[in-house]
């Protein structure tokens, strides 16, 4: 699996949008970019995930550059309910269901 | 659906007892995860089933850590003898095999040994 890097932390006001930026220059062509957020106490949640062309849902947006090598993870208008920690993880698809591996995160701040 | 359950939500334990740890996938889901997390070690996978068959066990720390899954809706985690370096929040996660990597995760147990 590619390694990924990303901010140990960031902070973000109220109502802003929150990007969230990960790090994967060696990354495959057959692997997907995941995000998933653990907010405290709580087990993670799967956000989005993405290939090579953006994807948004409602609760994020995902842009991969061109060169697949870095993302972003985009809350457009972050509430204190964001408050948690962001995990990118690049996994291939094959078909079947297969093992994360979780990095350290970023640990994102929202503030009023 | 109510999502995974898992129970109980916090356990308190002496070193030396056994400790059991239960969960209930999503209804329908053929994979099923067991995670541990701690400050020092992160969020780390211990082993994972498909159709109620280990297929990875490779991150149980040792033999005193055990799963099972006797059927599609229900799966334990058992530590004999306990000890406090086990104290953890230990998650369990769910996935249907034709989403990949999408896994949804339990609300955890947390986990302490004296």
């Known amino acids: 699996d590619a390694k990924t890097t990303q901010p140990p932390s960031m902070d973000c006001a109220e109502g802003r949008a929150a990007n969230l930026p990960c790090n994967h220059s060696?990354?495959?062509?057959?692997?997907?970019v995941y995000w998933y957020r653990q907010i405290h106490s709580q087990g993670p949640q799967y956000i989005i995930h993405?290939?090579?062309n953006n994807e948004t849902n409602e609760m994020a947006s995902l842009i991969i550059t061109e060169d697949r090598k870095s993302s972003t993870l985009i809350l457009p208008h972050a509430t204190l309910r964001d408050t948690a920690v962001y995990y990118c993880i690049v996994r291939g698809v094959t078909g079947t269901a297969s093992k994360l591996t979780f990095g350290t995160g970023t640990r994102l701040q929202v503030t009023l | 659906d109510a999502g995974v359950i898992q129970s109980p939500r916090h356990e308190v334990t002496e070193m030396g007892q056994e400790v059991t740890l239960r969960c209930k996938p999503i209804s329908g889901h053929d994979y099923l995860f067991w995670y541990r997390q701690t400050m020092m070690r992160g969020l780390e996978l211990l082993i994972y089933f498909n159709n109620n068959v280990p297929i990875d066990d490779s991150g149980m720390p040792e033999d005193r850590f055990s799963a099972k899954m006797p059927n599609a809706s229900f799966s334990t985690l058992k530590i004999q003898p306990s000890e406090p370096r086990d104290s953890a929040v230990y998650f369990c996660?769910?996935?249907?095999?034709?989403?990949?990597?999408?896994?949804?995760f339990g609300a955890g147990t947390r986990l302490s040994v004296l």
């Open positions: 993405g290939l090579k």
């Open positions: 060696t990354i495959s062509g057959n692997e997907y």
């Open positions: 996660a769910s996935s249907l095999g034709g989403q990949g990597p999408i896994q949804y």
